[in-house]
Nanobody, 115 residues
């Protein structure tokens, strides 16, 4: 019903920045909450940031002040701006949206932060 495609990951030095994008196959972000998750090797997937239909945002303590979640409803695209990156931010990042209680996930994009 919904396809999500992430992009923007890569290799970056500590202190650098990346902007991740998540493009949806249909207009969904204007009427649904969405979130960015990440999963490092050997660890469970964790919620990094979320944005509600009304635009309210929440962040994990580990990224607060460094990451910003946003969306462009006209472009069916959500973003995660990541600044002051740290090696511990290294993970595969996924976008997620629930539609009628069904979760939809993108394929993920790798973010690697070197020291």
């Amino acid at each position: 019903q919904v396809q999500l495609v992430e992009s923007g990951g890569g290799l970056v030095q500590a202190g650098g920045s990346l902007r991740l994008s998540c493009v949806a196959s249909r207009s969904i972000f204007s009427i649904n909450d969405m979130g960015w998750y990440r999963q490092a090797p050997g660890k469970q997937r964790e919620l990094v940031a979320s944005i509600s239909r009304g635009g309210l945002t929440n962040y994990a303590d580990s990224v607060k002040g460094r990451f910003t979640i946003s969306r462009d409803n006209a472009k069916n695209t959500a973003y995660l701006q990541m600044n002051s990156l740290k090696p511990e931010d290294t993970a595969v990042y996924y976008c997620n949206v629930d539609v009628r209680r069904v979760p939809f996930w993108g394929q993920g994009t790798q973010v690697t932060v070197s020291s």
